[in-house]
């Protein structure tokens, strides 16, 4: 019986060993990984510098359209029955501060 408990246990102890000592999937050195987190690091660095750019260029540098550059078209703004909140629409101050002036 003791020899049976010894063997299993020197089994386990074996089995242990061994995958302990596997490489589960990283078969990289440590320098290589630290070189890649820096180049990730600078990529990241890059892109977000970029996108940055980009959003101050569209928010800054384009003009924005105005409402009378849209032509009046018979199909806009339809009004069948009044909204709960008045004659003008939900977001349109223009019409709000106007009909509030009056």
């Known amino acids: 019986m003791s020899q049976a408990l010894t063997r299993s246990v020197l089994r386990r102890a074996e089995m242990l060993r061994s995958v302990s000592a596997r490489q589960m999937s990283s078969?990289?050195?440590?320098?290589?990984?630290?070189?890649?987190?820096?180049?990730?690091?600078?990529?990241?660095?890059?892109?977000?510098?970029?996108?940055?750019?980009?959003g101050v260029y569209n928010f800054?540098?384009?003009?924005?359209?105005q409402k009378h550059d849209?032509?009046?078209?018979?199909?806009?703004?339809?009004?069948?029955?009044?909204?709960?909140w008045g004659p003008c629409g939900?977001?349109?101050?223009?019409?709000?501060?106007?009909s509030e002036a009056k």
């Open 27 to 54: 078969s990289s050195s440590h320098a290589h990984d630290v070189e890649e987190t820096i180049k990730w690091r600078n990529v990241t660095a890059v892109a977000i510098a970029g996108c940055l750019a980009l």
């Open 60 to 65: 800054a540098g384009v003009p924005h359209h």
């Open 70 to 84: 849209r032509p009046d078209y018979p199909y806009l703004h339809i009004r069948n029955k009044e909204f709960p």
């Open 90 to 98: 939900l977001f349109e101050w223009d019409c709000k501060n106007a």
